[in-house]
């Protein structure tokens, strides 16, 4: 199967509780990152962790990484409703290469 | 940030016609641009790498006189679907990377390709 899955596919949380998406992969990366889109539009930039790191933070956002268990996952704190959208994680095996997407966890948060 | 736009947003064409897609870096040089297809819900899907002043590179099963990428310039990489038939109909996404700005991809916004 593809490089990148991810689950759960859909989840639906309340507004300010957390939501957890995990990702997996099945070969060496130079990084991870993840990715959102909401309905209908590109693809926005969230966090790139490389594979020598365990942990990156950005705002609400959390990102681990293990690489023995080639997996990773995007914790979203206080969720709200405009974090609702479609979670993708993408790998890459070189800095400048093509990046593989995985099938991406549709996010909703109810208000 | 860099900015990547895509346009059109959408389009709608009847069976058999030929349809370009524009992608364009307003801020920086793209070497490199990648083009994605994506269908509902699903995830996107690579289709080819486009490397200004030479060819395009198919990711293996998309025909490359089916759909023809001209990367003509540092700041232009066009798609053009020949000949459009209802299975083309697909939502298709370019990105770029910018230089020296590690390694995350900047999108456009997406073109909505709806074959009658």
């Known amino acids: 199967s593809q490089q990148g899955e991810e689950d759960p596919q859909a989840l639906s949380i309340q507004e300010g509780e957390n939501a957890t998406m995990n990702c997996s992969y099945k070969t060496s990366i130079n990084n991870l990152q993840w990715y959102r889109q909401n309905s209908g539009r590109g693809l926005v930039h969230l966090i790139l962790i490389r594979s020598n790191e365990r942990e990156k933070h950005s705002g609400r956002l959390r990102v681990t990484l293990d690489t023995s268990k080639k997996s990773s996952s995007l914790l979203i704190t206080a969720s709200r409703a405009a974090d609702t959208a479609s979670y993708f994680c993408?790998?890459?095996?070189?800095?400048?290469?093509?990046?593989?997407f995985g099938d991406g966890t549709t996010l909703t948060v109810k208000p | 940030g860099a900015v990547v736009s895509q346009h059109p947003s959408r389009v709608i064409c009847k069976s058999g016609t030929s349809v370009k897609i524009e992608c364009r870096s307003l801020d920086f040089q793209a070497t490199t641009m990648f083009w994605y297809r994506q269908f509902p819900k699903q995830s996107l899907m690579l289709m080819a790498t486009s490397n200004e002043g030479s060819k395009a590179t198919y990711e293996q099963g998309v025909e490359k006189d089916k759909f023809l990428i001209n990367h003509a310039s540092l700041t232009l990489s066009t798609l053009t679907v020949t000949s459009a038939h209802p299975e083309d109909s697909s939502f298709y996404i370019c990105s770029a990377r910018v230089p020296g700005k590690d390694e995350k991809l900047f999108f456009g916004s997406g073109t909505q390709l709806s074959v009658l």
């Open positions: 993408a790998t890459a095996y070189t800095n400048a290469g093509k990046s593989t």
